[in-house]
């Protein structure tokens, strides 16, 4: 019979093999800067439940970002580390993305899930109160992941809770995990943020596009920032918004040492940025809005050649595919690390990492 | 940086190890008023589906209870016992707490799931019949839980099914496994309920707030009670409605020895019950209605020292939050006693108990 | 109390137990007929994708097929052979039977799964790009399986995933992990098509009812069907369309030794059909639309008594339940074979035959 080239052209694609396209920094090199892991540090987490980016300092992410790379090049077997643990996925904001990389984290650990993808499928429908949902998480899991439309939601579940909860996103507040996930991409490209101080005249210059106001996921990025004083010059913010801080970010950046500017010309600034924070969406308590007109970038844009570019995922017009495969794309990167991170922060809260990690690996 | 102390209040709060709130009677009480656990009784379950509470007679359900004690309890490892078993969550009407607690039960055993959580999402929105539905859950899983709006679905289904069935609530018929855990919670408080024969005068009075003639939850619960003639003096049914039994019930009631009482007023008669069992959402064919208004609890309610209260949550107004930290509050206990029953009737349904249970804990 | 027996007719029905119904050949039979595995051709499908019935030639099917007979009759234990795997259901167009299908094949090999039921509870409703979710499910999944109501989306998301894909059903293009289904329950049936040269008086009529140019699971189908050419003698289309090949099979059809006819009249063909395929479904992009009007069969229907009957299920009123019970009946064991035939796949895929099938089943 004749089979059409079409319907078998990508079957067995050799590019397929090729491995991630982009910026892909070896998370050995985060590794070779650092003597071994800390468990002193990392255990600050046993236990906890994480629901903002303030909870977290220098020490802590960086010993996080080290076992995320040590789990991510396969330093250890971990197939039965959690398999005593069930991590319920509540989503009452349906989210894809961030679901799945908890539950992928938490299976790959040998862990189980139970999952929430939607408030419709829930008593949430009926009416239910997060103080009787809180019970209901209690009895049925270990630890539970929380997406929610409304700010308050997830800290109000916590007060109900014996078990940790990871927020998974709160409305317009804060994306913890995914912070996590932006400083491990960071920290692997340049792990001397992390362990040296850098030469003033080299340290790095940040571009945030998008109000960390209320873009959760800007504003847990930017809250993780203000840890690296020493490494960070300044921090631009790019926005239409008055005032894209708002007064409590404000109070953060003004109790730092890290300058902080605020520009609309994108363009212009490009030629002094090292990394350009993107997001187009931002939930904004009624819904999902779109800043991408305002601010984009392409392969024609006047990037410095080794700037990198984070981008939360999924893009909108403001970020151009045909930045895919230059060295300025470290947000595949990004996505990439965010199941290895989220595995460690689950190793940490449940107490297990001294039980998986050998020695040689530890200070 | 300053970090704002509203972001991390939840995060560590010692409150959260302080364990259950509320009535909790320990499960060792349950064992300790009983011989060992009787093989022969719960093998009656091998194989079957669970379709109403009219299956259990009080030996079965008494020796179900001791399993979940055990299980409860941590006696013996049971992490594989079901690993070569997989459960369908089939939940054509959307239910987190039901469905979660049966998947939990699955995955503390071992087993896989596989869900269904909305209907919007099946076949059956193409109008696929019950009967191609049960051959798909005999191909694909071992034993298949469901919930359904209409009450004819699940037996339908059933007809066409080879592996066991479990009602996880169908229509404004029967919710049997949640009446396995409002009971598993009653007899963890009061185990001379299942063992003694209690004094006329000290025999329990027990106030059900609803219609046992459509409110599946309180149809189930009520026939498991009419097991304990011996032990349970009157039942006292609160409801508005004319008749608020149906035929069906009417003829079970009036077979027993308990006595039935009707009342319009529920605080005149709080000084007499011992247990009021509440649910105030009915699912009454076109959907859920609310009996919230008419029969309500709260801390100033003239309830008796010792009364308990069980409620299958979510809750509306009905139950008063400030109740939660009351010795009244045996419904936080019932919700986490639900995935442990659930897990019993997993392993009994499946032939495991002998596989998991040590001698000594056997008659 | 009383307990009606309405109440627990099906609880332990006996009839549960006595399996299958309708026409149930031994896998038994199919690997008699033929020597042991043959790796290298299983071999062909390593870290491919599954896009099209295409890719499939004789020798790969037949294999497979005896693969699944080897799986079905739990010829080796396979319960860890995938535990380092994760599979993601990627249902972008909702679709119970598939995707359950998938998960549970997984789930039967020790893999993991994670699921997106439903594209409104995913990224794509904020307008996501399939190769923002490639670069997703590369990172947290080991392979894909896709529905989606768009025909292009399963390829196009193929070309930006680094593991492999397998076509769940798109649009109204192919469904070619169903098709190898319907061909595993023929191969049972008939374990000469696969091994033998039937004598040109015994080769197989096929009638095929529905249009193959778009309806996916009937394209697919007869794309397999035109592998044996020795063996099939014609393959008659029954439809009102005026050209319901479309020009990518025509090609192929007329490509093909077997004689292809076009038919309205079923009832006038029945006496000449060894093999009738239906289904009332097809999805033509905009929605699902139904055909099972024109062309309907019941017990009454003049088939030759050793006729059998395919149909992917779920069934409209063109096929009778009254034929359920009949030797007519081979569309359950096609039902039946479904997640023998995907465990398969995913063993072949991932490369782990060789590590599973024990020497004496290997040619």
């Known amino acids: 019979m004749t089979i059409p080239a079409s319907r078998v052209e990508h079957v067995a694609d050799p590019s397929r093999k090729a491995g991630l396209i982009g910026n892909c920094p070896d998370p050995a090199q985060l590794l070779g800067h650092s003597p071994g892991l800390r468990l002193d540090v990392l255990d600050r987490l046993r236990d906890a439940s994480v629901l903002s980016a303030a909870q977290f300092d220098k020490d802590l992410l960086c010993e996080l970002a080290k076992l995320a790379a040590l789990l991510q090049l396969k330093s250890f077997p971990v197939l039965d580390a959690l398999e005593d643990k069930i991590l319920a996925a509540a989503f009452f904001e349906p989210s894809t993305r961030t679901r799945l990389s908890f539950e992928s984290a938490m299976l790959h650990l040998g862990g189980k899930t139970i999952s929430v993808a939607d408030a419709k499928t829930t008593g949430v429908a009926k009416g239910e109160s997060m ?7 209690n009895s049925y899991a270990d630890i539970v992941a929380v997406r929610h439309t409304e700010q308050s939601a997830v800290g109000e579940l916590c007060k109900y809770l014996r078990i940790p909860l990871l927020n998974g996103g709160n409305g317009s507040d804060e994306h913890p995990s995914q912070a996590l996930a932006d400083w491990y991409a960071l920290l692997k490209w340049r792990p001397e943020i992390a362990y040296g101080t850098i030469p003033e005249k080299f340290r790095l210059n940040i571009g945030i596009i998008g109000t960390p106001g209320n873009m959760r996921t800007v504003k847990s990025f930017l809250m993780l920032a203000l840890l690296f004083e020493k490494n960070i010059n300044h921090i631009t913010i790019f926005s239409e918004m008055a005032d894209p801080l708002g ?53 024609s844009s006047p990037l410095k050649p080794d700037t990198v570019i984070l981008h939360p995922l999924a893009r909108g017009e403001e970020l151009s595919v045909d930045l895919d495969h230059t060295q300025h794309n470290l947000y595949f990167n990004q996505a990439d690390g965010a199941v290895w991170i989220r595995q460690a922060l689950l190793l940490c809260i449940f107490g297990r990492v001294a039980d998986v990690v050998p020695p040689e690996h530890l200070s």
Chains 1, 2, 3 share one sequence.
């Open 131 to 137: 103080r009787d949902i809180g019970q209901m998480f």
């Open 247 to 299: 007064e409590e970010i404000r109070a953060m950046t003004n109790a730092s040492a890290i300058g902080i500017n605020f520009s609309q010309d994108l363009s212009q600034s490009l030629e002094y940025l090292d990394v350009v924070y993107m997001n187009a969406i931002a939930y904004l308590g009624d819904g999902y809005r779109f800043f991408g007109d305002a601010f984009s970038l392409d392969a």
